[in-house]
């Protein structure tokens, strides 16, 4: 569906990025607002990330984050849509009231995370907090109870492709095709969710990084060069499963979508080539 939805008009496009930015600048603010306006973030998020999940492979972070829009709704409206079975049981359970000394540390626990989630907002935007805060946050720290949260804090306008290519003789280059990620033009975009292809997933991130950066990779091409079953295993196809090859390198690509009259030819994706992203390499004779 990602494709179809880029080819929405550049209008429609833009209001839905507009939206966007209400729904994750400005209904936030309202989670801390009376009931009505806390359905109200409540429902935009989802809707958000609904759209999110039918557009893209987020993996497992679209439905984490829609899980944690249930804490926006209370009793009263969730037993509206929940069988009335599990209504009763939920209400006899919530007739169970913690103890004052259970309130009290919970409270505490609140003050301690909105303390520490004040001073690293404050050092993120370019503030320096006194040193006695400084050195609370970090002594809580190592129990990763506060962060940034920025998995996809920047995002980038391009989608650039890492191509792994083998060759017998250094002159004629056959590609692998990855199960997931966008390699082969004719192939249909795939929908994972949420599922999260490791592999594929650190391609990705391979591809935002400088390759000397990636250290795994070096071990991936070594053990693609010897055919190890392991490692063959996770990709859709080898074009040398009956003979390693001698060479092996990385090819980078800039992959958009195709346009309607690609799309009618078969073609879902177009590409253009940017260079090489790691070395020809093959193993050290023996």
Known sequence: MAWYAAQLTPSALRLATAG????????PFLI????????????GILLLQSCILLTGNYNWFNLQTMLLCLLLFDDAALQKVLPRRLSKVLAAHAQQRASKTVSRLVGALGLLLVFTSLVQMDMRFGGSPP????????LIEP?????????FAVMTTQREEIVIEGSQDGVEWREYEFRYKPG???????WNIPHQPRLDWQMWFAALDDP???????RFLERLLEN?????ALLEKNPFADRPPQYIRAQFYDYTFAGGEEK???????????????????????
């Not at 082969?184 to 795939?190: G, I």
Request: hydrophobic share 50%; with cysteine.
């Open 212 to 218: 000397r950066n990636v250290h795994w990779l070096p």
């Open 143 to 151: 129990m990763r109870l506060v962060s940034s949260y920025g998995l």
């Open 184 to 190: 082969d033009l004719a192939r249909r975009p795939l």
């Open 228 to 232: 190890e079953p392991a490692v063959t």
């Open 20 to 27: 966007l930015f209400v729904v994750e600048l400005v209904l």
């Open 131 to 138: 040193a006695a805060m400084r050195e609370i946050d970090q």
């Open 264 to 286: 009618s030819q078969g073609l879902w994706w177009r590409r253009r080539a940017v260079g090489l992203y790691f070395p020809v390499v093959r193993l050290k004779a023996k």
């Open 32 to 43: 801390f607002c009376p009931r009505r306006l806390r359905f109200l973030a409540a429902f």
